[in-house]
């Protein structure tokens, strides 16, 4: 994964812990994946939250 990416999943997933490994804070992953990705974060994030809750009954 790219650094962006990286930045992306660990926001998706709200892992702060996973920036800290990558030496970023929540404001630079923020700022870095842009105002594109960054758009796109709480659709993702609402999307893999419903995919969880679908497995999880299953």
């Given at each position: 994964m790219s650094t962006g990416e990286k930045l992306a999943a660990a926001l998706v997933l709200n892992r702060p812990d ?41």
């Amino acid at each position: 994964m790219s650094t962006g990416e990286k930045l992306a999943a660990a926001l998706v997933l709200n892992r702060p812990d996973c920036l800290a490994e990558i030496n970023d804070t929540l404001a630079e992953a923020i700022e870095r994946v842009g105002p594109e990705w960054l758009s796109l974060i709480s659709e993702a994030a609402r999307a893999l939250e419903y995919e969880e809750r679908a497995a999880s009954k299953a």
